[in-house]
Nanobody, 116 residues
Framework: QVQLVESGGGLVQAGGSLRVSCAAS????????MGWYRQAPGKQRELVAR???????NYADSVKGRFTISRDNAKMTVDLQMNSLKPEDTAVYYC??????????WGQGTQVTVSS
């Protein structure tokens, strides 16, 4: 069992930066592929960035070059550094842990609002 708690959301002006963090419980964290997803009002949840247990990363085209995902297995955290934020980045951001067994765990989400 893995529990995920996000923090760090908030309100920022366009062009600004924000860092959201996800703290996990459960020693099996290091085996999980961790991802950040977001869901804007009226839209489907979408993958923003993902980092495997080995540290490989991939990003949605819309955030490449602006967002960076990182993980610290010792601290059991995964962060998303968001730079050059745009109003269209406004959404609830969710942390996800995915295991090869097929089990998925989600955090409760944190709101990110980018004003123009």
């Amino acid at each position: 069992q893995v529990q995920l708690v996000e923090s760090g959301g908030g309100l920022v002006q366009a062009g600004g930066s924000l860092r959201v963090s996800c703290a996990a419980s459960g020693s099996i964290f290091r085996f999980a592929a961790m991802g950040w997803y977001r869901q804007a009002p009226g839209k489907q949840r979408e993958l923003v960035a993902r980092i495997t247990s080995g540290g490989s990363t991939n990003y949605a085209d819309s955030v490449k070059g602006r967002f960076t995902i990182s993980r610290d297995n010792a601290k059991m955290t995964v962060d998303l550094q968001m730079n050059s934020l745009k109003p269209e980045d406004t959404a609830v951001y969710y942390c996800n842990a995915h295991f090869t067994s097929g089990n998925d765990y989600w955090g409760q989400g944190t709101q990110v609002t980018v004003s123009s």
